[in-house]
C-alpha cells in the first residue's frame, strides 16, 4: 500500500477534525494548588485537541507533512490558516512556560517530548512560514529535559505504551541529527549502553493495550543507532531466525469504542512502520521479503479502522502515516 492524494486527503480531514476539538480530554496536569484547575485551552493554547496533549502534536505532525507532501490539495490551505492561527509566538509562549512549573517534570515524558521534537522538524521544512522559528524556544526545552533524562535514567522501558523509551527516541534522534549533536551523542551512547548486548529476545507479546512493539521499537532505534553491518549482527541475535512469523500476526481489535483496545489498530500500524523500515536495514538473505510482507499483512489490518470511533480516530492516521512513508 502506498500514500495517495486520496490518503493524504483523508488523513488531512480527520485531523483537522480533532486538532482543535477540546472535548473529550484527558489532561495529564499535576495541580499543586486550586488555580492550577483550568480548562485544557487555558492550559496548552495549541495543543489543546485530539482528546490529549501528545495526540494533538502528533495530528499537527501528520497536518504538515501532508501539507509538505501535496501541497495543491484542496486541504492545504485550510492546514495552513489554521496552523498559522495555533502556532503564534504568544500561544507557544504558554505551551513554554507550563514545562517551568516544577510539577511539570514528568508531563508527557517521553512519548509527547518525542512527538514535538518530531513535529518541530516537520515544521523546519515548510520555508514558506514562521512556524518553526516560533516553535524553537519550546523544541530546545524539550530537548534539554530529554538529555537529563537520559542521564538519571538507569533502565529502559520496554513497555509497548506511552513510557516507551526507545520510541521517543526514534523521533527525538531525526530532530537532533539536525541541530543538536549533543542530544544525538548522548541517545546513541545511551542506547548503545542498554540494548546492545540484549539477545535471544523472548517477551510476550503483544499486550492488551499495547500500540507498539517493545522487541520491533527497540530494533528500529538500534537500526537508526548502529552502522548497517552491526545492526544486522545485533539483530541477529536479538530475534533468532524463525522468530518472528511465531510472535508477529496482526493484532484483532475487539471493541475500537474502548480507547485502550484501539490501542491494538495503532500497534498493527506501528508493527508495520517498524518491519519496514527494519527490513530496510536487512538484505533479503536475512528476511527483508518476509518482513516486507508482514508489514504489509499489518498495515492491511489497520488501515480500515483509522477513522470511524473517536477513541482511535483522534490519533491513528498519524501511525498510518509513518508507517506508509517508511521505505519499502
Not at 212 to 239: G, H, I, K, T
Not at 246 to 265: N, T
Not at 284 to 296: H, K, L, T
Request: aromatic share 12%; hydrophobic share 45%; glycine share 6%.
Amino acid at each position: 500500500m502506498e500514500l495517495t492524494e486520496d490518503i493524504a486527503r483523508n488523513f488531512a480531514r480527520i485531523a483537522l477534525g480533532h486538532v482543535a476539538r477540546e472535548y473529550p480530554n484527558k489532561l495529564d496536569h499535576v495541580m499543586a494548588s486550586n488555580a492550577d484547575a483550568q480548562t485544557p485551552r487555558a492550559l496548552h493554547p495549541c495543543f489543546f485537541g485530539s482528546y490529549d496533549w501528545h495526540s494533538c502534536v502528533h495530528g499537527w505532525w501528520t497536518l504538515l507533512t501532508l501539507r509538505r507532501l501535496y501541497p495543491d490539495m484542496p486541504e492545504a490551505a485550510d492546514i495552513t490558516q489554521s496552523a498559522e492561527a495555533t502556532f503564534t509566538t504568544q500561544k507557544l509562549a504558554v505551551e513554554a512556560a507550563y514545562l517551568d512549573r516544577p510539577e511539570s517534570r514528568g508531563f508527557e515524558r517521553p512519548y509527547g517530548w518525542g512527538w514535538l521534537l518530531f513535529l518541530h522538524h516537520e515544521a523546519s521544512r515548510h520555508a514558506d512560514c514562521e512556524w518553526a522559528a516560533r516553535m524553537g524556544p519550546l523544541a530546545r526545552k524539550f530537548a534539554t529535559m530529554l538529555r537529563g533524562y537520559l542521564e538519571v535514567l538507569t533502565y529502559p522501558i520496554t513497555v509497548g505504551t506511552h513510557f516507551n523509551t526507545a520510541f521517543a527516541l526514534v523521533l527525538a534522534r531525526e530532530w537532533a541529527v539536525a541541530r543538536d549533536p549533543e542530544l544525538v551523542d548522548a541517545i546513541d551512547s545511551w542506547s548503545l549502553r542498554v540494548f546492545s548486548d540484549r539477545a535471544d529476545y523472548r517477551g510476550w507479546e503483544p499486550g492488551g493495550d499495547e500500540f507498539l512493539s517493545p522487541a520491533l521499537m527497540a530494533a528500529l532505534l538500534m537500526r537508526r543507532v548502529m552502522p548497517q553491518d552491526e545492526f544486522r549482527a545485533w539483530y541477529r541475535a536479538f530475534m533468532p531466525a524463525g522468530r518472528m512469523e511465531e510472535m508477529f500476526s496482526p493484532a484483532d481489535v475487539s471493541d475500537r469504542s474502548d480507547g485502550k483496545i484501539a490501542h491494538l489498530d495503532g500497534l498493527n500500524l506501528s508493527r508495520a512502520w517498524c518491519l519496514r523500515e527494519i527490513s530496510a536495514g536487512m538484505g533479503e538473505a536475512e528476511g527483508s521479503g518476509p518482513m516486507q510482507e508482514m508489514g504489509r499483512r499489518h498495515l492491511d489490518a489497520a488501515m480500515p479502522h483509522v477513522a470511524g470511533d473517536y477513541m482511535g480516530e483522534h490519533w491513528l492516521a498519524s501511525f498510518a502515516l509513518l508507517a506508509l512513508l517508511a521505505p519499502h
